[in-house]
């Protein structure tokens, strides 16, 4: 229901719709626009004559606005059906209201036109947003009040950040899940089982800003970019282990991380087994036991913490492992830069979703600390992938997982 039936008789001049995929939000946009069209807005406003539609591209605008299967079209009966004259651009109702289609990548092109009512899609997705946005606003000047939705499914741009903290702005969120029943049941179950409480799925299923911490190491596009389902054949595997001070509920987890070297010179994280709270006794297991399950060639372990203890309480539960021992010198920072610079470069692929970890790369600070809280998780990952890539030794045969 647009802000207008709720909020003050619509003074708004913006409706930002936040929504996760497949929450409705096009759908939402598609009947505020036949609404406008055909002057049944709950706020018993006259009908728009003219009507704006922008998206990322005019492609995206037909595909997705105008001919989707949630777009402009479609949301109409037969009788109501407007016409779209794709050779012109534009949408004409039977009572004379007319849409014109806009891409965002040229900005000029809403020069000269005037409207009094619009519609943006994807705005966050927006190469130049704030100049596209920006020239829409000069050409919204018709009628007794314009006003404009814009639907996106969010990211964390300073394009979207300043247009929800204005003051014509009012925001309503959707998540995937609220309109589960018009979406393939298998897509949900699919959707939540692999993103359920990640980054990706609070901004992609939840309509969140997910928004890293300014000047973090890690950038999450990076992880995102190279991720994958399997890993290749690999030619050495480590589980690294960044062992807690105490082992209360309240300590510092055990930070435990499984990751490997492939043919292609490319680290893959395999794994995280990280305990929070945990016995030695408990934790040491946890190591032994991906220590076995991934056919690992060694246990990486800090003892800055529990010195000589670490390797002893390690060889109480598995005698036979093989353990490397490293102590850190430098601080947290100076030991993750030459890590995430590896990132950076595309040559670290996480098989998998690891949502703890992944927040915890980025939000790590340089202070040290992720969110005011130690990211064991982090160091564990740095120490097993300092061991993989930058220590440089001779690597074993190949061998399949």
Not at 99 to 105: G, K
Not at 129 to 140: E, R, S, T
Not at 194 to 221: F, M
Not at 315 to 333: F, H, M, P, S
């Amino acid at each position: 229901m647009p802000p207008s039936a709720t909020q003050g008789g619509g003074d708004w001049r913006v409706w930002l719709i936040l929504g996760g995929r497949g929450a409705g939000k096009t759908r939402a946009g598609a009947e505020w626009v036949r609404a406008k069209a055909l002057g049944r807005t709950p706020d018993g406003s006259s009908a728009a004559r003219r009507i704006a539609l922008v998206g990322e591209t005019y492609g995206e605008v037909r595909r997705v606005m105008v001919e989707g299967v949630s777009g402009i079209l479609d949301v109409h009966t037969a009788t109501e059906r407007p016409r779209f004259e794709p050779s012109k651009g534009q949408i004409v109702w039977p009572n004379g209201a007319i849409a014109q289609v806009f891409s965002a990548e040229d900005a000029d092109g809403m020069r000269g036109p005037q409207f009094d009512a619009a519609w943006c899609d994807e705005v966050a997705k927006w190469r130049n947003a704030a100049a596209a946005w920006d020239m829409l606003q000069f050409a919204l000047r018709l009628g007794e009040h314009p006003q404009m939705v814009a639907t996106t499914t969010p990211r964390a741009t300073p394009f979207l950040k300043a247009l929800m903290a204005d003051a014509s702005t009012v925001v309503t969120r959707a998540a995937t899940l609220a309109n589960a029943d018009n979406l393939a049941p298998s897509f949900v179950e699919e959707m939540t089982r692999r993103y359920a409480g990640t980054a990706l799925g609070r901004q992609e299923l939840d309509g969140e800003i997910v928004d890293d911490t300014s000047g973090a190491l890690w950038r999450r596009d990076w992880i995102n970019m190279h991720r994958m389902e399997r890993a290749p054949e690999l030619t050495e595997i480590v589980v690294a282990v960044d062992p807690p001070v105490t082992a209360t509920a309240a300590s510092d987890a055990c930070g435990i991380i499984v990751a490997g070297l492939g043919e292609d010179g490319r680290a893959y994280v395999l794994a995280d087994r990280t305990l929070q709270g945990r016995e030695p006794q408990v934790w040491a297991r946890a190591v032994a036991a991906a220590y076995a399950e991934y056919l690992a060639d060694r246990v990486v372990a800090e003892v800055n913490q529990g010195g000589d203890l670490v390797t002893t309480v390690l060889r109480q539960i598995d005698d036979a492992l093989a353990v490397r021992t490293v102590r850190a010198t430098r601080g947290k920072w100076l030991r993750a830069e030459p890590v995430a610079a590896l990132y950076a470069e595309g040559r670290v692929v996480h098989v998998g979703m690891f949502s703890a970890l992944e927040d915890q790369m980025c939000a790590f600070g340089a202070d040290g600390l992720a969110r005011g809280r130690s990211p064991d998780r982090l160091d564990a990952l740095v120490w097993a992938l300092t061991d993989l890539m930058i220590a440089g030794r001779q690597r074993p045969l190949v061998r399949k997982l």
